[in-house]
């Protein structure tokens, strides 16, 4: 065997300047998904929105995103992640000069729904990227990392972002700060990222599979989003629920018949792929609720304006970034499934802190501390639920496990919102700080008992693995 045959293949040279690429395209859409959180009465002031309306200025992107996660990630599969990524960057900046132009309520909706689709290619290609330039290890346990704290940090650091953008210069801005971030993306892809072939060569196009998943996927969404204005017991909120699952099981049979199929049914044998992503629905909702509450609280109790309290959040956004490093650098100690159990624990004790607010509460007295806890837990959790979701997953299905991933946070971020909100209604009685407040209490007390399930379900992961190693282990000695 000669020297050129037996040397292992040497690793891209390029991939930790790649992973920066990736990283910044990551926490753009994360950012975008809640940085116009706190410049909605800003918007709603200047566009003449409804209160009805004005929710959709959020629930457009999410709706768009969540809905198209799986079919984006599949065509990246099937067309090459590269050319995909690019076109959505492209599809990003155009999208993101809309919004800022926007002159009216509709034309920032539609610009918002085709942000969500830029952001439904990108994500998915990006990670799929990722997983394809780094070898499965510790290596890729490190990119991992510092991916999913990026993209957690997008998540939390939006509203210090949105809050001072908005106040200084203007919502428009929450929305031109993606242009040359998406200008620099556009350019640096051809110079960092690798050529992309196709992961799944000669074979068709699901179409049926397509139109399914994705149809589900968006009627579910709209399901939960409207559920807190509509009621959780209405004809429309269990029509939509009722036709989402009825699309579901008729995907599950074009799957199962297909030669082809955008989602092989295959891909949810894995139990790390499976539990991982259950996980992450559950970290959606408690992120996404969390932060809707708080700023909730902060705003209309204490009154902070958004400027205020987007800076009062640095602490929160710093310490989910140095949690998802530090919880990278020990999940290929300690495992995945032990990291998100203790990121659950994390989750529910800054829950419960929370549950302490007061009327005429402060910052360090009420927020401070709370924000510190719950944020050690979205990095911690973050990256371990992602790893164990993307383990073991084939270049094949890169793109495919990638989509599923993202998909499973944002639908458990509109799963998130649309309890928090609910819970918060239903338990304030009266008007005012004190009666806001108790509603906030139990909003916050509905966080904890996600984090709750959390943690039974992470303890339960934990035995299957001590029941396979305690299998295996016998098997060794026979």
Same mark, same amino acid.
């Given at each position: ?368 501390? *709370? ?5 050690? %837990?979205?990095?911690?959790? &973050?990256? /371990?639920?992602? !790893?164990? +979701?993307?383990? =073991? #997953? ?37 008007? *005012? ?5 108790? %509603?906030?209490?139990?909003? &916050?007390? /509905?966080?904890? !008992?996600? +984090?709750?399930? =959390? #943690? ?23």
């Amino acid at each position: 065997m000669t020297d050129t045959q037996s040397a292992p293949a040497q690793p891209d040279p390029r991939r930790w300047k790649a992973l920066a690429l990736l990283c910044a395209a990551f926490f753009m859409v994360a950012l975008d998904g809640q940085i116009v959180i706190l410049a909605l009465p800003s918007i709603q002031a200047d566009l003449g929105f409804t209160p009805a309306g004005l929710q959709w200025v959020l629930s457009a992107y999410l709706l768009s995103f969540g809905g198209l996660l799986l079919l984006g990630g599949r065509i990246a599969d099937l067309f090459g992640p590269r050319r995909l990524f690019l076109v959505g960057a492209v599809l990003f900046l155009v999208s993101s000069a809309l919004c800022g132009l926007a002159w009216d309520g509709n034309v920032l909706v539609i610009a918002r729904v085709i942000q969500g689709v830029s952001a439904a290619i990108m994500s998915p290609t990006a990670l799929a990227l990722l997983m394809t330039t780094f070898d499965e290890g510790p290596e890729r346990n490190r990119a991992l990392a510092i991916w999913t704290g990026t993209g957690a940090f997008g998540a939390t650091a939006a509203l210090l972002i949105g809050g001072v953008l908005t106040d200084l210069l203007g919502w428009s801005w929450i929305f031109y700060i993606n242009i040359p971030v998406a200008l620099a993306m556009i350019l640096l892809t051809p110079v960092l990222l690798r050529e992309s072939a196709p992961q799944v060569k000669g074979v068709g196009f699901d179409i049926g599979g397509a139109v399914t998943s994705t149809a589900a996927l968006v009627l579910a969404i709209f399901a939960i989003v409207e559920a807190p204005t509509a009621g959780w017991n209405s004809g429309q909120t269990l029509g939509l629920l009722g036709g989402a699952a009825v699309l579901l099981v008729l995907f599950v049979i074009i799957e199962s018949k297909s030669k082809a199929p955008l989602v092989p049914l295959r891909i949810f044998r894995s139990s790390s792929l499976t539990g991982g992503n259950l996980m992450m629905i559950l970290v959606g909702m408690l992120l996404v609720g969390f932060n809707v509450v708080v700023s909730l609280y902060a705003q209309q109790v204490l009154l902070f304006t958004p400027v205020i309290f987007g800076l009062g959040t640095l602490a929160y956004a710093v310490m989910d970034l140095v949690s998802a490093n530090v919880g990278g650098a020990l999940v290929t100690k300690v495992g995945y499934k032990a990291m998100a159990l203790i990121g659950m624990l994390l989750f529910g004790a800054g829950a419960l802190i929370m549950t302490f607010i007061s009327p005429d509460g402060s910052y360090f007295g009420d927020l401070f501390l *709370g924000l510190i806890v719950f944020g050690a %837990g979205v990095g911690t959790c &973050f990256v /371990a639920v992602t !790893i164990a +979701a993307l383990t =073991g #997953v084939p270049d094949e299905d890169a793109g495919l496990a990638s989509g599923i991933n993202n998909a499973a946070f944002w639908i458990g971020g509109a799963l998130g919102s649309a309890v928090v909100s609910t819970v918060a209604v239903a338990y304030t009685t009266g008007t *005012g700080p004190v009666a806001l407040t108790d %509603g906030f209490k139990a909003a &916050f007390w /509905a966080c904890a !008992i996600v +984090a709750a399930v =959390g #943690v039974v379900i992470a303890l339960v992961l934990l035995a299957m693995r001590k029941s396979a190693a305690e299998t295996q282990q016998a098997a060794d000695v026979h």
